[in-house]
């Protein structure tokens, strides 16, 4: 993107107003390439938040670097931070998310420092080291920054949090599964609903149903509702809410349910519950351990880390199954010297068969809430 922009050559502060400059633009030039990809996800814009109202770029130095030498290296990593960022919110489909939310990427350029990869607080910090012999610096594509946040190099190799990555990540392989798997099964649902509208000829603008066919309609309707939702979860009879609605107030209720199946935020805060039930799933699952030691020297080592992340995702909680493990552990040791060692290590499930989700209850539930139909 730097391929014709030239830096100008005057001063350091000049510089850096322009490289500050040129960050901020970066982001406004990447919306065109956001819009049309989540576009062709069936995101709208106006379902999305902007680059520039989330994200950042900033440029950090040491003392006496050489900014007139290293301009364009600057510039080729800016723009690889500013594609980081793009395929980032794209990959989260526009949304903000409630854990590990990117905010800020700065690059940080110095003599003698280790290079380091670091998220705190939704700033991800880049700092690379300058070499003083050779005027240069090693720069990070865009590719290599994702390598890095994918594989969690950004959180330290003892946090405890290291090992659920793969599962808090939120552009990772597992949300991403969980957020097509939603969409799916939103997708479904909602082709029933357009071919009841269909039936009855309600899927055109300003078309009406006759009179002789209102009650087909209503019982119809309630129908296709109660058999792919929950009572129990919505902790209400929910076919004697609906028979109390009138035609016009059922047809409110399944436009705003098609609207909920597909809404990127409320499937965003899903997937939020999903993978933090799944962690909690596995913080907590039953492992037990019987060990029978003989001898005149015994030596025993038991690990299990566990990490705690708070999880306030009210209603939206039951509509999550996770399917756990059982964990036996046997051990007999006999003789003078014994020594064993356990590592109790999660293995990483797969998503079809270690999480259940009922998609569509929970997005019913919030198209009732809204028509003031569920208390």
Same mark, same amino acid.
């Given at each position: 993107?730097?391929?014709?922009?030239?830096?100008?050559? $005057?001063?350091?502060?000049?510089?850096? $107003?322009?490289?500050? *400059?040129?960050?901020?633009?970066?982001?406004?030039?990447?919306?065109?390439?956001?819009?049309?990809?989540?576009?062709?996800?069936?995101?709208?814009?106006?379902?999305?938040?902007?680059?520039?109202?989330?994200?950042?770029?900033?440029?950090? #130095?040491?003392?006496?670097?050489?900014?007139?030498?290293?301009?364009?290296?600057?510039? $080729?990593? &800016?723009?690889?931070?500013?594609?980081?960022?793009?395929?980032?919110?794209?990959?989260?489909?526009?949304?903000?998310?409630?854990?590990?939310?990117?905010?800020?990427?700065?690059?940080?350029?110095?003599?003698?420092?280790?290079?380091?990869?670091?998220?705190?607080?939704?700033?991800? &910090?880049?700092?690379?080291?300058?070499?003083?012999?050779?005027?240069?610096?090693?720069?990070?594509?865009?590719?290599?920054?994702?390598?890095?946040?994918?594989?969690?190099?950004?959180?330290?190799?003892?946090?405890?949090?290291?090992?659920?990555?793969?599962?808090?990540?939120?552009? *990772?392989?597992?949300?991403?599964?969980?957020? !097509?798997?939603? +969409?799916?099964?939103?997708?479904?649902?909602?082709?029933?609903?357009?071919?009841? @509208?269909?039936?009855?000829? #309600?899927?055109?603008?300003? !078309?009406?149903?006759?009179?002789?066919?209102? *009650?087909?309609?209503?019982?119809?309707?309630?129908?296709?509702?109660?058999?792919?939702?929950?009572?129990?979860?919505?902790?209400?009879?929910?076919?004697?809410?609906?028979?109390?609605?009138?035609?016009?107030?059922? &047809?409110?209720? @399944? !436009?705003?349910?098609?609207?909920?199946?597909?809404?990127?935020?409320?499937?965003?805060?899903?997937?939020?519950?999903?993978?933090?039930?799944?962690?909690?799933?596995?913080? $907590?699952?039953?492992?037990?351990?019987?060990?029978?030691?003989?001898?005149?020297?015994?030596? *025993?080592?038991?690990?299990?880390?566990?990490?705690?992340?708070?999880?306030?995702?009210?209603?939206?909680? +039951?509509?999550?199954?996770?399917?756990?493990?059982?964990?036996?552990?046997?051990?007999?040791?006999?003789?003078?010297?014994?020594?064993?060692?356990?590592?109790?290590?999660?293995?990483?499930?797969?998503?079809?068969? !270690?999480?259940?989700?009922?998609?569509?209850?929970?997005?019913?539930? +919030?198209?009732?809430?809204?028509?003031?139909? #569920?208390?």
């Amino acid at each position: 993107m730097n391929a014709f922009i030239q830096p100008p050559t $005057q001063s350091s502060d000049k510089l850096r $107003q322009f490289f500050d *400059g040129y960050a901020a633009q970066l982001l406004n030039l990447q919306q065109q390439q956001v819009d049309e990809a989540l576009k062709r996800r069936q995101v709208a814009p106006q379902e999305s938040t902007r680059l520039e109202e989330i994200y950042k770029i900033s440029l950090k #130095l040491g003392k006496d670097i050489p900014l007139d030498k290293i301009k364009h290296k600057i510039l $080729q990593q &800016l723009d690889a931070a500013a594609d980081f960022i793009r395929d980032f919110h794209i990959g989260v489909l526009g949304q903000k998310t409630a854990y590990f939310q990117l905010h800020e990427i700065e690059i940080y350029i110095d003599y003698k420092i280790k290079s380091l990869f670091r998220f705190s607080s939704g700033k991800l &910090l880049i700092h690379i080291p300058y070499s003083a012999w050779w005027f240069d610096f090693y720069t990070l594509t865009s590719q290599e920054i994702a390598i890095r946040w994918e594989n969690g190099d950004q959180l330290h190799k003892l946090s405890p949090i290291h090992r659920y990555w793969w599962l808090l990540n939120p552009i *990772g392989e597992f949300r991403a599964s969980l957020r !097509s798997m939603l +969409k799916q099964a939103g997708q479904n649902q909602i082709l029933k609903i357009d071919n009841l @509208l269909d039936k009855f000829g #309600l899927n055109r603008l300003g !078309s009406k149903y006759n009179s002789a066919e209102e *009650g087909r309609f209503k019982d119809e309707a309630i129908a296709l509702l109660t058999d792919t939702a929950s009572s129990d979860k919505l902790g209400r009879d929910l076919t004697l809410i609906l028979k109390n609605q009138s035609e016009s107030m059922l &047809l409110q209720l @399944l !436009s705003k349910y098609k609207h909920n199946l597909i809404d990127p935020r409320h499937r965003e805060a899903m997937v939020e519950v999903g993978a933090l039930t799944m962690q909690e799933a596995q913080q $907590q699952e039953d492992s037990h351990v019987n060990i029978k030691m003989f001898g005149m020297v015994n030596v *025993g080592n038991y690990h299990r880390i566990d990490v705690a992340i708070n999880l306030n995702s009210g209603d939206l909680k +039951k509509y999550v199954q996770p399917i756990t493990r059982q964990i036996d552990i046997n051990v007999v040791l006999w003789g003078m010297v014994n020594v064993y060692t356990i590592d109790d290590v999660t293995v990483k499930p797969s998503v079809h068969w !270690s999480l259940a989700v009922d998609w569509e209850t929970a997005a019913l539930e +919030k198209s009732l809430k809204e028509l003031h139909l #569920l208390q």
